[in-house]
């Protein structure tokens, strides 16, 4: 009998995961930016970001099982489908993610010098972007309104395919790379 996706794919609770990581009977792997994780993180956790994300070379002992989690466990999500695709028989992840894990009133490690999160980069740059476009539209030329219409556009997809062309650029710029 051949499982389904929902069948493979396990979830954990917040209080369930801090009892195994007090027990140390997991691997934690953070599927996060590497910004995000050195903003924000649980503690004990490893960084391996979706962008390179990849199931073979996962720290994987087979004593311990691998535990995934990102902000709000839609990025591991789509971690565990890459596992699974890759053969792993069972995937487990954090439900609710690090806003779970939050809610749920666990400590997290915070580095107030860390760069700012993906999405409020992605923000700034969407705004300024569109702005530059409606003042230059405004004041210099009508077809600088394209660049407003371009970056909705984009942003449009963005929500609609979840995925961003836009945040995955920006997280390879140099200062976002620092863990």
């Known amino acids: 009998m051949v499982k389904s996706f929902t069948d493979q794919l396990k979830t954990v609770d917040a209080t369930t995961l801090k009892k195994w990581l007090e027990q140390d009977s997991i691997t934690l792997i953070d599927v996060r930016e590497p910004s995000e994780h050195a903003g924000e993180h649980i503690s004990g956790s490893i960084v391996i970001p979706l962008s390179t994300f990849d199931p073979l070379n996962l720290p994987i002992s087979d004593s311990k099982p691998v535990v995934l989690y990102c902000q709000t466990s839609n990025r591991s999500g789509q971690a565990a489908q890459k596992l699974l695709a890759a053969g792993f028989e069972e995937v487990t992840h954090l439900q609710g993610g690090l806003n779970a894990w939050k809610q749920a009133g666990y400590p997290t ?59 995955m650029l920006l997280a390879k710029l140099p200062y976002n790379q620092r863990a």
Do not use: D, E, H, Y
Not at 133 to 147: C, E, K, M, Y
Not at 151 to 161: H, P, T
């Open 109 to 167: 490690i915070i580095n107030k010098n860390a760069p700012i999160s993906i999405m409020r980069q992605v923000q700034i740059v969407a705004g300024s972007l569109i702005l530059i476009g409606t003042i230059l539209g405004a004041f210099v030329s009508p077809n600088f309104l394209f660049l407003s219409g371009f970056v909705g556009a984009g942003l449009l997809f963005a929500g609609i395919s979840n995925t961003c062309a836009m945040a």
